[in-house]
């Protein structure tokens, strides 16, 4: 479980938005208030990632300073502040179906106390309920994107 709950320490003025949280606060609860943060960070600038990598190995200061709104970018940012909160989130890497592009697609497993089981949870659907695409297919679960590139740097991703 230490694995899952690992994170880089988020800037400070960022986290500083989750400090009134109480712990009666829902998973979804909280979720939601991410992405309220996220928008209201980054007002009208939305950043698309300019390549794979850029979307999921550029430093977690640098996308939140960009506004990036990728998939691999979302996914890192719900993920260190839900590990903070100490809710144990699994990265997922995989592809969406019918999607035009490389198809690549990444979100997150959490893991659900009470009922003891990992709900799968898409950040770039969070005006959706985060809601994750039935067409979506898992290819592999990391920790952090640092797992990932290992395997993107032998063309195994």
Same mark, same amino acid.
């Given at each position: *479980?230490?694995?899952?709950?690992? !994170?880089?320490?988020?800037?400070?003025?960022?986290?500083?938005?989750? %400090?009134?949280?109480?712990?009666?606060? /829902?998973?979804?609860?909280?979720?939601?208030r991410?992405?309220?943060?996220?928008?209201?960070?980054?007002g009208?600038? @939305?950043? $698309?990632?300019?390549? !794979? #990598?850029?979307?999921?190995f /550029?430093?977690?200061?640098? *996308?939140? $300073? &960009?506004?990036?709104?990728? %998939?691999? #970018?979302l #996914?890192l940012? !719900? %993920? /260190?502040?839900?590990?903070?909160?100490?809710?144990? /989130?699994?990265?997922?890497?995989?592809?969406?179906?019918?999607?035009?592009?490389?198809? &690549?697609? #990444?979100?997150?497993?959490?893991?659900?106390?009470?009922?003891?089981?990992?709900?799968?949870?898409?950040?770039?659907?969070?005006?959706?309920? !985060?809601?994750?695409?039935?067409?979506? @297919?898992?290819l592999?679960?990391y920790?952090?994107?640092?797992?990932?590139?290992?395997?993107?740097? $032998?063309?195994?991703?």
């Open positions: *479980m230490k694995r899952w709950l690992r !994170f880089q320490e988020p800037p400070r003025p960022f986290w500083n938005k989750f %400090c009134d949280i109480k712990p009666e606060f /829902t998973i979804l609860k909280l979720l939601q991410i992405g309220k943060e996220l928008m209201i960070l980054y009208k600038k @939305r950043n $698309k990632a300019r390549s !794979f #990598a850029d979307s999921r /550029t430093l977690l200061p640098q *996308m939140l $300073k &960009r506004g990036m709104v990728s %998939c691999g #970018a #996914a940012i !719900f %993920c /260190t502040v839900l590990r903070k909160f100490g809710i144990p /989130t699994k990265l997922v890497h995989g592809r969406i179906r019918g999607q035009s592009g490389q198809n &690549r697609h #990444a979100w997150l497993k959490i893991y659900h106390p009470s009922k003891r089981i990992r709900l799968a949870i898409d950040p770039g659907q969070w005006h959706r309920n !985060f809601q994750l695409k039935p067409s979506a @297919r898992q592999k679960i920790a952090s994107w640092e797992e990932l590139k290992r395997d993107y740097n $032998k063309g195994i991703f």
